[in-house]
């Protein structure tokens, strides 16, 4: 099956500064990639999706790039504020979706 | 469309004893997921639906879980009996579309058996 690896496990950065997280996966059929933020006591909620027929694509401070023949994509925060501190989960899917195992991002003002 | 609906949100339970978490999907979704969240393994999915027929439960840790979908509307994971080791997040999620859509999450059961 699936298998989704997520890094780092923890990021702390400054308020304004950027962040980025990287994820490998290795299913070569997995073709959605979303991005989930998770805040404490809630369900994880869609950030960002990309599919596998396109390389990068943004919204607004979010961006998330793949790269299928190496199996990583990563997701890219840029002007971070301190309502981004949460947990960040990414996924790959065929069927179902496989998570990573998180990033808690902490936003230091 | 009020969101993905579970309940009850937290739950109290003794070892031994038969636990049963309830979710209630987006109208119109198709596809319905339950995950398990902890520090340790952090999200796995124990079993999905489409169209209310289980597609994979592989994810299903023992015997002692089991999921039902009877409707649409309306579906249960039942944990018979609990253990310590059952204490988790458990998140229920529906979509159009399997895995390929965006899946929306409910608040979550968060299970404690002593």
């Known amino acids: 099956g699936e298998n989704v690896e997520q890094h780092p496990s923890t990021l702390s950065v400054q308020e304004g500064d950027s962040a980025v997280i990287k994820c490998t996966y290795s299913?070569?059929?997995?073709?959605?990639f979303p991005w989930y933020k998770q805040e404490l006591g809630k369900g994880p909620q869609l950030i960002i999706d990309?599919?596998?027929?396109?390389g990068e694509k943004k919204d607004q401070r979010i961006a998330v790039t793949l790269n299928k023949t190496a199996k990583h994509f990563s997701l890219h925060i840029t002007e971070t504020q301190p309502e981004d501190s949460a947990v960040y989960f990414c996924?790959?899917?065929?069927?179902?979706?496989?998570f990573g195992g998180g990033t808690r991002v902490l936003v230091k003002p | 469309d009020a969101g993905v609906i579970q309940s009850p949100r937290h739950e109290v339970t003794e070892m031994g004893q038969e636990v049963t978490l309830r979710c209630k999907p987006i109208?119109?979704?198709?596809?319905l997921f339950w995950y398990r969240q902890t520090m340790m393994r952090g999200l796995e999915l124990l079993i999905y639906?489409?169209?209310?027929?289980?597609?994979?439960d592989s994810g299903m840790p023992e015997d002692r879980f089991s999921a039902k979908m009877p409707n649409a509307s309306f579906s249960t994971l039942k944990i018979q009996p609990s253990e310590p080791r059952d204490s988790a997040v458990y998140f229920c999620?529906?979509?159009?579309?399997?895995?390929?859509?965006?899946?929306?999450f409910g608040q979550g059961t968060r299970l404690t058996v002593v």
């Open positions: 109208s119109g979704h198709n596809s």
């Open positions: 299913d070569s059929a997995s073709n959605y």
């Open positions: 990309i599919r596998s027929n396109v």
């Open positions: 996924a790959a899917s065929t069927n179902k979706l496989t």
């Open positions: 999620a529906s979509s159009l579309g399997q895995g390929k859509a965006e899946a929306f």
């Open positions: 639906f489409n169209n209310n027929v289980p597609i994979d």
